[in-house]
């Protein structure tokens, strides 16, 4: 069992930056891996990027590849995105996953809430 909170999202204007958090609580087995997801209205989720807890891998959407850096803070159990140079096509709900079955970069057993971000243009 686990519970994800993201925190971070908001309005903001294209060409600025945001930094989403999200933190687990109540984790009782092991972690691989985090990742970040977003869902655009009537879109599938996407995979955004995702960071191995146990290596210092990351894995980026050629989308945000450049513009978005996933990081991560073992001892507090919360991973970061930070978002720069932000278009209106970044515009969705930000969701992160964890990883407990090491199936990363694409795969992730347990989700937050999400956090709404819209970006105008």
């Known amino acids: 069992q686990a519970t994800l909170m993201e925190s971070g999202g908001g309005l903001v204007q294209a060409g600025d930056s945001l930094k989403l958090s999200c933190t687990v609580s109540g984790r009782t087995f092991t972690t691989y891996a985090m990742g970040w997801f977003r869902q655009a209205p009537g879109e599938e989720r996407d995979f955004v990027a995702g960071i191995s807890w146990r290596t210092d891998a990351t894995y980026y959407a050629d989308s945000v590849n450049g513009r978005f850096t996933i990081s991560k803070d073992i001892a507090k159990d919360t991973v970061y995105l930070q978002m720069d140079s932000l278009k209106p096509e970044d515009t969705a709900t930000y969701y992160c996953?964890?990883?407990?079955?090491?199936?990363?970069?694409?795969?992730?057993?347990?989700w937050g809430q999400g956090t709404q971000v819209i970006v105008s243009s």
């Open positions: 996953g964890l990883d407990t079955r090491n199936r990363h970069p694409y795969e992730y057993d347990y």
